[in-house]
């Protein structure tokens, strides 16, 4: 599902900030990707889903080259990787129906299949009765969880997730981890960043640690393994 041989991103100012990352990640897997802050999390991910490109090395998302790729079919392959961030992204002026509709309209999906799709969604994240509020009229959680809708209606075969509980509360961080992992079961390959010591712990899965912009530890059923 997600294939990278030797993977380095040196970033313009010369910060090296992944060296030499290998690994495959198979169709249906959930994976952690732990580390110290500054370690290069957010870089790897970012080249999963294209945001930027290696400087060297192959990446291959569901049998698609990312470093190749012309920018003109990126539409196309981000139909097939959902993202979600710690901040949520979603658009204020928009609806919740339209921020979810809109991940449909970009890839010009036909207008019924978008109103059938976007409410299944809703109604997978349980905020059906929120499709007509504001992004701002809902909790942090709440927003998460539209997040969550927008990424996966597409029916992605990848979900990267970038620290998505970072501003939640414990409670929240725990509704959230069980939706991925519900939409994992139903299966969508999940990569999450997280700093969520207490969560990796519990929800026991493989574990991917990187320091310096390079693979220390990579564990199936593995643990936080850091004091943070
Ligand atoms: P993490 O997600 O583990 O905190 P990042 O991937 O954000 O790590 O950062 C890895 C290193 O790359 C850090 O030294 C960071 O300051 C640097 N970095 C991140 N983005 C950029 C950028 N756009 N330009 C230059 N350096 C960057
Ligand atoms: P197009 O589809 O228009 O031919 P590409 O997707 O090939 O464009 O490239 C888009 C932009 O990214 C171009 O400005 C290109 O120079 C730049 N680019 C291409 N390959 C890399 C790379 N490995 N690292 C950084 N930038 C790149």
Not at 14 to 22: F, L, P, Q
Not at 50 to 77: A, C, D, H, M, W
Not at 162 to 173: A, I
Request: net charge positive; charged share 30%; aromatic share 8%.
């Amino acid at each position: 599902m997600i294939e990278m041989q030797d993977v380095w991103k040196t970033y313009p100012d010369g910060t090296h900030a992944v060296r030499g990352i290998t690994l495959k990640v198979d169709r249906n897997e959930f994976v952690y990707i732990v580390g110290p802050s500054g370690a290069g999390k957010s870089t790897f991910m970012k080249m999963v889903y294209r945001e930027e490109r290696p400087t060297k090395g192959q990446i291959f998302v569901n049998g698609v080259n990312l470093v190749s790729l012309k920018q003109r079919k990126l539409p196309y392959v981000r139909r097939h990787i959902g993202v979600i961030f710690q901040d949520f992204r979603l658009l204020p002026k928009l609806t919740i129906f339209e921020n979810i509709a809109f991940a449909m309209e970009v890839i010009e999906a036909p207008k019924r299949l978008i109103k059938k799709r976007t409410m299944e969604v809703l109604e997978l994240v349980k905020l059906k009765d929120k499709a007509g509020s504001l992004p701002s009229q809902l909790s942090g959680g709440e927003q998460q969880r539209i997040a969550i809708a927008r990424a996966i209606v597409n029916n992605p075969a990848v979900i990267i997730a970038d620290e998505p509980t970072g501003n939640l509360d414990p409670d929240t961080s725990w509704g959230i981890m069980k939706l991925l992992e519900e939409i994992n079961f139903r299966g969508t390959t999940i990569m999450m960043a997280t700093h969520n010591k207490e969560m990796v712990n519990t929800f026991r899965k493989r574990v991917i640690a990187i320091e310096k912009g390079m693979v220390v530890r990579d564990e199936l059923r593995g643990e936080y393994g850091y004091e943070d």
